[in-house]
């Protein structure tokens, strides 16, 4: 199964003020995550003949671009992580 894109993947970029990724890059980034191009393609409404193609330097439509974005950031999106309340408390002895 396909992981999130964590650490060492770039993620939600210009909230850390970097450029955007191409859809190259993220096409490369979700297959370093694990995913597979027929996966990629897919979930983009694609083919993976298509996925290889952009990877291999073919400019992508808006809308293929608009697909793959969507797909990346989905993947790339911070998780949240579950725990109990804290009652307002930090941890810490004084609080």
């Known amino acids: 199964m396909p992981r999130a894109i964590g650490a060492g993947f770039p ?3 210009e909230n850390m003020g970097l450029a955007r990724p191409t859809p190259a890059e993220q096409i490369a980034a979700l ?11 897919e979930r983009c409404g694609m083919g993976r003949d298509t996925v ?5 330097g073919r400019q992508p439509t808006p809308e293929e671009t608009r697909r793959i974005d969507r797909l990346y950031r989905e993947v790339a999106r911070p998780r949240t992580v579950a725990g109990p309340p804290l009652g307002g408390k930090l941890g810490h002895p004084y609080y």
């Open 52 to 56: 290889r193609r952009i990877l291999s």
């Open 31 to 41: 297959i370093a995550a694990g995913w597979q191009r027929i996966e990629i393609g």
């Open 11 to 13: 993620a939600l970029e």
